[in-house]
């Protein structure tokens, strides 16, 4: 029985350390989000800070409510793909635990 519980208390050592590097790689990770066919652009990181925004010129002309819902909508985008990214990161750290009759929220 003891044998079992330092197990798992290793897994889940083993566990909190991969969590650690991988929230430390989404730091570095940036995704682009964008937006009426590409016309603006939203760079993210995976801490959902924008790093850059890109407007074609040609939206310049368009009213001001239309730039603005364009750049939400790339903003929301990018948003979108920075979940997914952490998503698909996190998912393979507890793929390896294995814990009778504990069930993970992921």
């Known amino acids: 029985m003891r044998g079992g519980i330092g197990n798992i208390l290793k897994q889940a050592q ?13 730091t ?6 964008a937006a009426g066919g590409g016309l603006v652009a939203v760079t993210m ?17 368009e009213d001001k409510e239309v730039l603005e819902d364009l750049i939400a909508a790339a903003i929301n985008d990018a948003v979108r793909k920075v979940e997914q990214t ?8 507890t793929a390896g635990l294995n814990v009778p009759g504990l069930k993970l929220p992921f």
């Open 14 to 26: 083993a566990m909190q350390e991969n969590l650690k590097k991988a929230q430390e790689e989404l």
């Open 28 to 33: 570095k990770v940036e995704v682009t989000g």
């Open 45 to 61: 990181s995976g801490r959902h800070d924008v790093r850059k925004v890109q407007i074609d010129p040609s939206l310049l002309q």
């Open 86 to 93: 952490a998503q698909e990161r996190m998912s393979g750290l």
